[in-house]
């Protein structure tokens, strides 16, 4: 069975080249691509996030319930509508999944996690309420829509009554806000400045054909994919799965060790993985021939070890390949990737490439 | 809909083969291919000299998306390969047949030519995917 979002009919109406993601009938392109991520980079373009699970947790046990299951901490949340990136993890530290949670109140959070994984997210986080007074509810009332650029907040402001421009005007990074009938968060997965909007799935068509006036470019999943590497963000499945820790997966910064008393899924694993090294990490790497780097590809070290690129593609900021790859520790800051029977030398950086607009490395 | 010219042979893999006055075989991937690919970043092209055998992969072909193999519908030595792809790859999708070129091969065999798809044929190809 193919699954559908709201915007379906606007993306056919687009002239779409549609390919199914994970049983989404999803677009992966409107024309180019490559002019979609120019677009983000250097205007406003609009994804379709609707395939994404959203889950509300609500009751009196919500923010305990949380705190057990992700491994950064919501406890660290305290004004309405706040954000934060996390993990849910396995019991050997493996990650389910990753996602955002947000805040509404004490007895009520939002937790948004990966379409690609939603029946095991859902069979997890049911799992995982044992013991916790909490009611798990998928949204799936809701649509989602991504506007991402440099001009993406001006553009959207367009469409947005008064009282909802009002709210907007000094919404903080990673914060959300919930407004007339849509929730707006300044978050992302590109790189860039913009919202991701959840809005009641009816008004999708409006809500679309709104921002397409106000001159805002419907982009794919392949401009997407390319904006969040050029980002240096994980995803899913590439960069990190159920059998990798998110420390072999520059995921250190999204576990909250502190409290020590806080005894969230996979804790005694990490901490067991801590004392005893993890071995591995993963970075950024740069093509310094011709070629593009693409996930699976075996990477060599300078004293024979071994790696994998995680997720790789053509940059089209820089205009070379970018990769990210976990590699042992003690990598370098050169390595070859082996390509097709050669092996190309490439430059071992800080995964992130782009960050508004501006190159990096 | 997809470019499909008439006086060109196909490959179901979707390259196109056109005969020059030369003798020499002109190859490169149908406007159907190019579409499918997407944007076109990254061209491998075979060696000048190389002794190529039909339906073996000589050439790759990488969108932002994916890396797609590019074979030689005849057999036979490769003459010329355009090296502007190497800097202008995007050149595939503006231009597949004419700018777009791939490589020339100097067939053993002109008459493998006649077992490829004609447009008609190759039109029928492609719209049963």
Not at chain 1, 292 to 308: H, L, S
Not at chain 2, 7 to 30: C, F, M, N, P, Q
Request: net charge negative; glycine share 10%.
């Amino acid at each position: 069975m193919v699954s559908k979002t709201p915007f379906h009919a606007s993306h056919l109406d687009a002239g779409a080249r549609m390919v199914d993601f994970g049983g989404w009938d999803m677009p992966m392109a409107y024309g180019s691509q490559i002019e979609e991520h120019h677009q983000v980079r250097q205007d406003a373009g609009m994804f379709d996030v609707s395939h994404m699970t959203v889950v509300d947790v609500t009751g009196a046990a919500a923010r305990d319930y949380l705190r057990h299951l992700i491994a950064n901490d919501v406890g660290k949340l305290s004004l309405p509508g706040k954000a934060m990136y996390g993990a849910m993890l396995n019991e050997s530290g493996g990650v389910v999944d990753d996602l955002i949670v947000y805040y509404f109140d004490e007895n009520h959070y939002r937790v948004v996690v990966n379409a690609t994984t939603r029946d095991k997210d859902m069979a997890w986080m049911t799992r995982q309420t044992t013991g916790f007074d909490v009611a798990l509810k998928e949204r799936t009332d809701l649509a989602m829509l991504a506007v991402q650029g440099p001009n993406a907040r001006d553009k959207t402001g367009a469409i947005l009554s008064d009282e909802q421009r009002v709210a907007v005007a000094d919404l903080k990074i990673f914060q959300g806000v919930e407004t007339g009938d849509l929730f707006i968060a300044r978050t992302g997965y590109t790189g860039e400045d913009g919202y991701e909007i959840m809005l009641p799935a009816e008004q999708a068509g409006s809500i679309w054909d709104a921002l397409v006036k106000a001159g805002v470019q419907p982009c794919g999943l392949g401009a997407r994919d390319t904006l969040r590497l050029e980002a240096g963000m994980n995803l899913y499945g590439n960069d990190m799965d159920e059998s990798i820790s998110p420390l072999a997966a520059n995921m250190g910064w999204t576990i909250a060790w502190e409290p020590e008393d806080r005894d969230f899924v996979g804790r005694r694993a990490l901490e067991q993985q801590k004392t005893d090294g993890i071995g591995e990490k993963l970075v950024g790497l740069v093509l310094e021939e011709r070629g593009i780097m693409r996930a699976g590809q075996k990477v060599v070290t300078e004293d024979g070890g071994e790696g994998v690129i995680t997720s790789g593609t053509m940059s089209p900021t820089l205009g070379k390949s970018i990769a990210m790859a976990r590699v042992p520790e003690n990598a370098g800051d050169e390595v070859q990737v082996e390509i097709r029977n050669k092996r190309l030398p490439a430059k071992v950086v800080a995964p992130g490439f782009v960050r508004k607009g501006k190159a990096l490395v | 809909m997809s470019e499909i010219p008439s006086e060109l042979k196909y490959a179901k893999s979707h390259e196109w083969a056109r005969l020059e006055d030369d003798g020499t075989v002109t190859v490169g991937i149908s406007d159907h291919a190019q579409a499918l690919l997407g944007d076109v970043v990254f061209v491998e092209l075979p060696e000048v000299d190389a002794e190529v055998s039909a339906e073996s992969e000589v050439a790759v072909v990488e969108s932002v998306k994916a890396a797609s193999d590019v074979y030689t519908p005849v057999t036979g030595t490769v003459v010329a390969i355009n090296e502007t792809l190497e800097d202008a790859p995007e050149t595939l999708n503006n231009d597949p047949y004419v700018d777009g070129w791939m490589f020339k091969i100097e067939p053993s065999d002109t008459a493998e030519l006649d077992g490829l798809l004609s447009s008609d044929d190759y039109a029928e190809s492609i719209a049963d995917e």
